[in-house]
């Protein structure tokens, strides 16, 4: 299994702002992913982050309005950009853990942002 | 592209009845994931699936694969009031890393 903490657990944003949400892990790992979970919804896929590399993004999310960094194989950054309050939702860092595929994916507890 | 769908929505049981909650996938699926998300939290993984026909069990959940790797249920005998939260399937196709998120169950129990 993997620990994941992420910051800030949770904020109240203003409309307009920026906001960069931390992900850390406590081992190395490879692939890093970004969740979205709007209220009451499902999890989708935001991007996938390797450390080295530019982040892939699925379709309908793009860079300028989620940049990720990826410093290391224990960190990384998701910032959510210019937020309106569609962008309220939890958002969640996950990675990959495990010898052989397929790997399994854990969570972070999430970072609840509010766009006021 | 793949997508998977869950059945039901939503579900209210009276405590120590039964409950199940279906996933069926667009394509085959190399694997198939269980997640539970209890109010306020973040999902927590549960199981994985990944051999045709496979079942595995955890005290009193029950996970299935189908035989086609397309569809999985997840069964709780007994439920309590400790099963109250929402619970997501999710798979992934071959060679692929990506998970695709079923909408989720979310279970109520009634004491």
């Known amino acids: 299994s993997a620990v994941i903490s992420q910051k800030p657990s949770r904020d109240i944003c203003q409309r307009g702002t920026s906001l960069t949400i931390q992900c850390q892990v406590d081992?190395?790992?490879?692939?890093m992913f970004w969740y979205r979970q709007q209220p009451g919804q499902s999890l989708t896929l935001i991007a996938t982050a390797n450390q080295g590399s530019e982040a892939t993004y699925e379709s309908g999310f793009v860079i300028d309005k989620f940049p990720i960094s990826r410093p290391n194989l224990t960190f990384s950054t998701l910032t959510v950009s210019n937020m309106s309050p569609e962008d309220s939702s939890i958002y969640l860092c996950s990675v990959e853990v495990g010898q052989r595929t397929p790997h399994t994916i854990y969570f972070g507890e999430g970072s609840w942002l509010t766009v006021v | 592209g793949q997508q998977v769908m869950q059945i039901p929505q939503y579900q209210h049981v009276q405590e120590g009845e039964d409950f199940t909650t279906y996933c069926n996938s667009s394509?085959?699926?190399?694997?198939i994931q269980w997640y539970k998300q209890r109010p306020g939290g973040h999902p927590v993984f549960l199981i994985q699936?990944?051999?045709?026909?496979e079942v595995k069990k955890q005290k009193r959940l029950t996970f299935q694969f189908g035989e086609a790797k397309k569809n999985s249920s997840l069964h709780i005998t007994a439920t309590q009031t400790t099963d109250v939260g929402t619970y997501f399937c999710a798979g992934s196709g071959a060679g692929s890393y990506q998970l695709t998120f079923g909408k989720g169950t979310k279970l109520s129990v009634i004491p």
């Open positions: 394509t085959t699926l190399s694997n």
């Open positions: 699936l990944v051999k045709s026909g």
């Open positions: 081992s190395q790992v490879t692939m």
